[in-house]
């Protein structure tokens, strides 16, 4: 009996640990919200590992806090839902403030920004003389434009906040090739937009009358004060002379230019603002 009850207290001493050690293993973990479906921002590379610009901004803001990141592939539309429900921690995915959100999340400060541009369906676009020098305006007014958006992103709200209705898709690939092939006219989205359009040129083009320029923040759930502190104070140090956006211009000025199809621009395009 002696023994006995020494090897039931030894065998719940050693569960006790173990429970420990992985509710350790567990808080020394930050999980991190991404939609791997937007090269060079955020891919799987050809190792199948996580990679790109928002990938390498959650390791260095998991160094800031000293945590390991673990990258959550998630389809952007459902990228609130897992942070509400607790399968993630934190979004870094060049997600925009909106009203509706912010009933759900609460966002950090900026950390870069997006243009709103529209790929166009070149023979719609050749139909209705849409070029860049036509205004905003006049080009959400065509009466026969159909729109196309990826559900949970300005691709639906901008335009429908001009009253305009959009189809939703859930996939940014399926939205490409309705506008390429004439089944959609316009589909509106940020800056990928310049390699949505390089990508296609005998079919679209991109209009760059929109002039709104969008911030896109880290998103934390409602009321998590302590995540949303750190993630301001990050994304400060980003900012200062030295700091991690100096740090990363020289890997991602050419990527950036590449993308944007333009030698001229570089890192500071998506991460400044407009003055």
Known sequence: MKNFLINTLLGVAVIASLTACTQESETDVIKVGVDLKFPPFSYVDDNGAPAGFEVDIAKAFGEFIGKEVEIVNTDFGLLIPALETGDVDILIADMSKTAERAEKVDFSVPYRYTYTLALVNKDFATEHNITDN?????????????FVGLSGTKGVYYPQSKGVEVTEVTEIGTGLIEISNGQNDVLIASNEVHSFGAADPE????????KTQDASNFAVRKGDTEMLNLANEFIASMYEDGGLYDQMATEYDPIIAEFLKNPELGLSYIVNPVK
Not at 203 to 210: F, L
Request: hydrophobic share 45%.
């Open 134 to 146: 036509m205004s905003e305006e006049e080009f959400f007014a065509i009466d026969d434009a159909k």
């Open 203 to 210: 079919n679209t083009i991109v209009y760059s009358g929109i």
